[in-house]
């Protein structure tokens, strides 16, 4: 699967290169998200929506942390008395 960019012919799924600024815009491999420029690029190329593929993201990492409550633990709510002052 390939896709046009910069005039050259890229796989969406490898790392790509920005040829102006020479850092790479998604990289499987790193832990990162999914962009909303590189979302964009996958919904024109699957004719889908960039929408679903953020809200996929946002699944995602809304599981990873729930998948460590320990992170959470030392957070308490605000009392409603506080936030109506």
Not at 31 to 45: F, Q, S
């Amino acid at each position: 699967m390939f896709v046009q960019y910069h005039n050259t012919r890229c796989d969406p799924f490898d790392p790509i290169e920005d040829a102006n600024q020479g850092k790479s815009l998604w990289n499987l491999q790193e832990d990162r998200g999914l962009p909303p420029e590189m979302a964009m690029r996958v919904a024109k190329l699957l004719n889908t929506t960039p929408e679903s593929w953020l809200r996929m993201q946002e699944a995602v990492d809304l599981w990873e942390v729930q998948q460590k409550p320990e992170k959470l633990a030392d957070i308490t709510p605000i009392k409603k008395e506080l936030l109506a002052a």
